[in-house]
């Protein structure tokens, strides 16, 4: 992962290049815990690292689920919304069946998944607002394809800022320390015996 997102040269590649960029944030700020750690919540806040990787990967499973139907709504999930919402729960929790390379394995696959919608879908493709869903406008009928990227890209941002904050509280590694071990760098001071087991 590098410390900025490469150049870009046209909205596509933009919005690949962030997506891509906020994508491997996980793998650094993730770099080195062990299921203990990762399942841990040692702030004040009930997120844990494992927890964020998991909702992260549901996110965009979700959101580009409604990019890949659009401009048809995706199949409606027929379960009663009491279970969908314990699901919603459960994706915020890094389970003891949970390990962390598991999730991880998960994540990169749902991650070139996203890609690949971002580097092929009609960007002004229309996506249905699901108007079932409490938290969702009603006045609204569809986003664009555009729209949902960027909100994915938002998503992805903010959680990893969240990641960034539990994991210096766990052991307190920070971003660009995380970097430097992750790639290998030989930046005085910044690399740190984080290494799992």
Known sequence: ???????????RSALREFMAFHQ?????????LTD????STPSVSALSIGGLIKHVTAMQRNWMGRVA????????DPRPFEQISKEFEDQHVMRPDETLDGLL???????????HLV?????DAAVPVPHEIP????????WSVRWVILHVINELARHAGHADIVRETVDGATMYELLAALEGWEIAGWVKPWRRG
């Open 1 to 11: 992962m590098p410390a900025l997102a490469s150049p870009v040269t046209d909205e």
């Open 24 to 32: 491997s944030a996980y793998f650094a700020v993730s770099y080195g």
């Open 36 to 39: 203990e750690q990762a399942r």
């Open 69 to 76: 139907a659009a401009p048809e709504a995706p199949a409606k």
């Open 105 to 115: 394995d998960a994540f990169r696959a749902q991650n070139a998944k996203s890609l």
């Open 119 to 123: 580097e092929t879908a009609n960007l």
């Open 135 to 142: 938290w969702f406008p009603k006045d609204q009928e569809a």
